[in-house]
Structures are given as structure tokens and as C-alpha cells.
């Protein structure tokens, strides 16, 4: 029989985890600020596995280091791995959304139209039929709106894109774009149903993959990642 948690730590563990991880990266919790195991403890009622095991998980995140006779010390945003899905999480849902939402896009902007393009290389067939397949149930989803089962194929439809590029660099990415397409739509970022540009121009990329057509696939994903910009932008203009 293993060792784990009292019964019930998991569910304290992660709400302890969210609360501070929310306070340190929307900066209620500002660089240099000091915890201590002992006022994690006293605040949110869990014993010392708990609030130590939280500890270990933001300190791996970059979030907090910890030493000995100084304590638990909050690190500023260049020490954070931004990359991290709990992360960018904690980011959109707090007071620096417009600045997540911002760079996040500039991110894939840099990014995906180029693993469109090394898709249309380097796809298996497999991976070319499914990518044309995704973008047809996603314009049927779109068409009808049922925003929820759309995200959940818009998230595959990018993950595609992105593994089957053969560039491990691009494929580590996937999680990143799936909490953010995630986040725009439990944060009610997302229109009602999808805008007809952005259905034409998913079908588009993916008969440019399917057919090798690097060049046609890099654009058309440039085109829908500036309407993705065009949309977002006015949040981070405020």
C-alpha cells in the first residue's frame, strides 16, 4: 500500500495551489514577498504535506524558491515557466489577461503558420486525412452552436497541425494553444458561433496540409491568426 495524502489533501491541495498561484502572478503576492509553511498551514486550514507539497509544485513552476533561513521567497515574472499550462491559466484569469492574451497570440502568430507549413511536409497520411476530417465536424459544430464540442475538436484540429509538423519544438507547444483556446471560451472570449472567416480558413489549412501545399497552408493560417489578433486585440488596447 503506498504513501499518499490524508483523505480529502487532494481537493485542499489544489485549491491552496490555485489560490497562490492566482495571487502570485496577478502580483498580490509581488516578487520578494516571504511564506512560510506555517502560515500556508494557519490560512488554509491543511496540514504540513499539503502546504509543503504546494510549495514544491510552484517552486518547479519558477513561481517561488525556497532556502534555508530565508524562506519561501516569490520570484519575479522572469524566473516563472511561462509555458506552463497552470501558468498561463492563472494568467488569463487574472488582473494581466490582456497582457497573456497578448503575448500568447503573438506566440502562436510566430509559430503555427510555420508547423502548417512543415505539416504539409512532413504529415503522415493519416494525420492529413483527420486534420481535413477535424476542420469539416468543426464548421458542422461551428454552423450549429455547440461552442463546447467545437473547442474540444478546435483543440485537436491545433494539436494536429502542431505534432504533425516533425518539429519537436512546435509539438511541445500544444498544450500552450489548448489552454488558451480553453480560456477564451470559459472566460466568454468567444463570439456565439465562430465567424464563417474562420471556419473557411480552418478548411482551408487543412486541404493545403493534405494536399503538400506548404506555401497555401502557412497562409491560410496566418489569415486566421489575424482575425484571432483582430479580435483579441481591443482587451490588450484598453
Do not use: Y
Not at 492566482?22 to 502560515?39: K, Y
Not at 509539438?171 to 471556419?199: K, S
Amino acid at each position: 500500500m503506498g504513501v499518499g495524502f490524508e483523505p480529502g489533501a487532494e481537493v485542499r491541495h489544489s485549491t491552496v495551489l490555485d489560490a497562490l498561484g492566482s495571487e502570485i502572478t496577478s502580483g498580490e503576492l509581488p516578487a520578494g514577498h516571504v511564506l512560510t509553511l506555517d502560515r500556508i498551514q494557519e490560512r488554509f486550514g491543511v496540514s504540513r504535506t499539503v502546504a509543503r507539497e504546494t510549495m514544491r509544485i510552484l517552486e518547479s513552476m519558477g513561481l517561488v524558491t525556497s532556502r534555508r533561513r530565508v524562506g519561501i521567497t516569490v520570484q519575479p515574472r522572469e524566473a516563472w515557466n511561462v509555458f506552463d499550462p497552470r501558468v498561463i491559466w492563472w494568467r488569463l484569469s487574472g488582473s494581466g489577461r490582456p497582457a497573456q492574451l497578448r503575448s500568447l497570440t503573438e506566440l502562436r502568430i510566430a509559430v503555427e503558420p510555420l508547423a502548417a507549413s512543415a505539416a504539409a511536409r512532413s504529415a503522415s497520411a493519416a494525420q492529413r486525412d483527420h486534420i481535413v476530417h477535424l476542420a469539416a465536424e468543426m464548421r458542422a459544430l461551428g454552423e450549429a452552436g455547440r461552442l463546447d464540442d467545437f473547442l474540444e475538436l478546435d483543440v485537436a484540429f491545433h494539436t494536429l497541425l502542431l505534432r504533425a509538423s516533425g518539429n519537436e519544438m512546435f509539438g511541445a507547444l500544444a498544450d500552450v494553444v489548448a489552454v488558451v483556446l480553453r480560456g477564451r471560451t470559459q472566460l466568454g472570449l468567444m463570439p456565439h458561433q465562430p465567424v464563417p472567416e474562420a471556419l473557411d480558413l480552418h478548411e482551408e489549412a487543412a486541404r493545403a496540409v493534405r494536399a503538400g501545399r506548404g506555401q497555401d497552408a502557412e497562409a491560410a493560417m496566418r489569415k486566421l491568426l489575424a482575425e484571432v489578433r483582430d479580435a483579441m486585440q481591443p482587451l490588450w488596447d484598453r
